[in-house]
């Protein structure tokens, strides 16, 4: 007789920028790359939120396994809503989110810009590695590839795309997630 594999659940959030670089297309691509991942990763063993961050940080949906609400907090997201600049990193809000919770975790995080408290960001997401958070970045347009790595938790979660290839990008991240049990490195 085989054995059944029993899949772990995971828990995972998605954090936008949503500084004043993010309006227009920039926006309206992230959306639809976080639908394309929505509709890539399956939710019988992921619970998914929705972080916003610029200025201050904004916790949009709590994980849950509800595409409707997942996708009803991606459509709403508005660039500006946590202000124009980039005064915060999502880092804390993750902590706070995931710390208690069992099981893998991860936070994605999109950004198209230069943060201004680079080297604060950096600490806060090593204390999400310390707390064995899987941290992947993706970044476009004026992103720092070398603080992406840096905010990475390893090599092959700091990915840089062109605006055109964030659809793709957010889809082979969700596969990879879900053919691996969150376990595959991407």
Not at 155 to 161: C, K, P, Q
Not at 169 to 177: D, L, M, Y
Request: hydrophobic share 40%.
């Amino acid at each position: 007789p085989t054995q059944a594999v029993v899949q772990e659940h995971l828990s995972l959030y998605m954090a936008f920028d949503l500084s004043g670089s993010m309006s227009g297309r920039p926006l309206e691509e992230a959306k639809r790359a976080a639908g394309g991942f929505l509709h890539n990763i399956d939710l019988a063993h992921c619970s998914m939120g929705i972080i916003a961050f610029s200025d201050r940080t904004a916790t949009k949906l709590h994980a849950c396994q509800d595409a409707r609400e997942i996708e009803r907090a991606i459509d709403e997201l508005q660039m500006g809503e946590t202000g124009g600049a980039n005064g915060t990193d999502p880092f804390n809000e993750v902590l706070s989110l995931l710390s208690d919770v069992k099981g893998r975790r991860f936070a994605i995080i999109l950004t198209d810009g230069v943060w201004s408290n680079q080297q604060q960001a950096i600490e806060m997401a090593r204390r999400c590695h310390k707390d064995e958070i899987e941290v992947i970045a993706i970044g476009f347009g004026g992103a720092d590839r070398e603080f992406l790595r840096a905010i990475a938790s390893s090599d092959e979660g700091s990915l840089f795309t062109s605006l055109d290839g964030l659809f793709e990008a957010f889809s082979t991240i969700a596969q990879v997630i879900t053919e691996t049990g969150g376990g595959g490195g991407l």
